[in-house]
């Protein structure tokens, strides 16, 4: 992934998402060259900082999480930008 912009897809969890019941409502997963979730990594409301496998999730990617819809997602670039889908 090293030179070229990091993608990632971010969603809310819903109630029905079996991490909910852990406390975590966010998940961010890294995606590989072919957008497949290739790691992910989940946040409770109040953290502010997200390592998933050594690699810092810039706090863009974590603002585009808490900005979905409950049980809803996106694809976003590091900017916390949304890209189009693969």
């Known amino acids: ?6 993608k990632y897809f971010v969603v809310r969890l819903s109630e029905q998402d079996p991490e909910w019941a852990e406390g975590y409502r966010y998940e961010i997963q890294i995606l590989d060259s072919q957008g497949r979730g290739a790691m992910a990594g989940y946040l409770k409301d109040g953290d502010e900082v997200l390592e998933i ?3 810092s ?3 863009a990617v974590i603002g585009a999480a808490r900005g979905q819809a409950e049980g809803q997602g996106d694809y976003v670039d590091s900017e916390g ?4 889908p693969f």
């Open 81 to 84: 930008r949304s890209i189009a």
């Open 53 to 55: 496998e050594g690699r």
């Open 1 to 6: 992934m090293s030179g070229k912009q990091k």
């Open 57 to 59: 999730i810039p706090s």
